[in-house]
T-cell receptor
Framework: GENVEQHPSTLSVQEGDSAVIKCTYSDSASNYFPWYKQELGKRPQLIIDIRSNVGEKKDQRIAVTLNKTAKHFSLHITETQPEDSAVYFCAARNSYSGAGSYQLTFGKGTKLSVIP | GAVVSQHPSRVICKSGTSVKIECRSLDFQATTMFWYRQFPKKSLMLMATSNEGSKATYEQGVEKDKFLINHASLTLSTLTVTSAHPEDSSFYIC?????????????FGDGTRLSIL
């Protein structure tokens, strides 16, 4: 099955600096990579996603890059703000049918703290 | 758009009680719903996948007789924790995927914090 590794587990940055979170995956059949932001006690919220036919995607201060050959993808947050503080999860989803199809496998999460 | 409602948000009950958690997709039809369990400061662990009108597929190590899942319609799935015990205390989150099949994004409910005394 799929295995997603996420680093770092914790990250502290000064307000205004950039934050980068990296993930690797193992299953070459995975073709969809979403990122979720989860505030304490709340639901994971989809903040950006990328498909395997694209190398980079940007949405305002958030960008995601994907390297299919190396099987890794990264989340980049620029000009960080205190409200960016949360736990961020990467995930990978496979593309095959049958049992276990289209399931998301999550990384272990990164706790981001933005210091004012 | 893409709102998933989960109810209740918090349950505190005695050991041996059965607890039902509902997950509804409010503005879209969800052919597939997922149930996750999350321990404090940990990632989301998939418990089971349910498809409307068919039996749920449980992940290895998840007791299907303990965690009963019903997905009777395209907008509602329920998880019943039967005869709950303190070790079942956790944060349970559902998510729903729309009619786009595997290509559709997955959206999460607010979660249910279950505390068994």
């Amino acid at each position: 099955g799929e295995n997603v590794e996420q680093h770092p587990s914790t990250l502290s940055v000064q307000e205004g600096d950039s934050a980068v979170i990296k993930c690797t995956y193992s299953d070459s059949a995975s073709n969809y990579f979403p990122w979720y932001k989860q505030e304490l006690g709340k639901r994971p919220q989809l903040i950006i996603d990328i498909r395997s036919n694209v190398g980079e995607k940007k949405d305002q201060r958030i960008a995601v890059t994907l390297n299919k050959t190396a099987k890794h993808f990264s989340l980049h947050i620029t000009e960080t703000q205190p409200e960016d503080s949360a736990v961020y999860f990467c995930a990978a989803r496979n593309s095959y049918s049958g049992a276990g199809s289209y399931q998301l496998t999550f990384g272990k999460g990164t706790k981001l703290s933005v210091i004012p | 758009g893409a709102v998933v409602s989960q109810h209740p948000s918090r349950v505190i009950c005695k050991s041996g009680t059965s607890v039902k958690i509902e997950c509804r997709s409010l503005d879209f039809q969800a052919t597939t719903m997922f149930w996750y369990r999350q321990f404090p400061k940990k990632s989301l662990m998939l418990m089971a996948t349910s498809n409307e009108g068919s039996k749920a597929t449980y992940e290895q190590g998840v007791e299907k007789d303990k965690f009963l899942i019903n997905h009777a319609s395209l907008t509602l799935s329920t998880l019943t924790v039967t005869s709950a015990h303190p070790e079942d205390s956790s944060f349970y989150i559902c998510s729903a995927r729309g009619l786009g099949g595997g290509d559709a994004p997955q959206h999460f409910g607010d979660g249910t914090r279950l505390s068994i005394l």
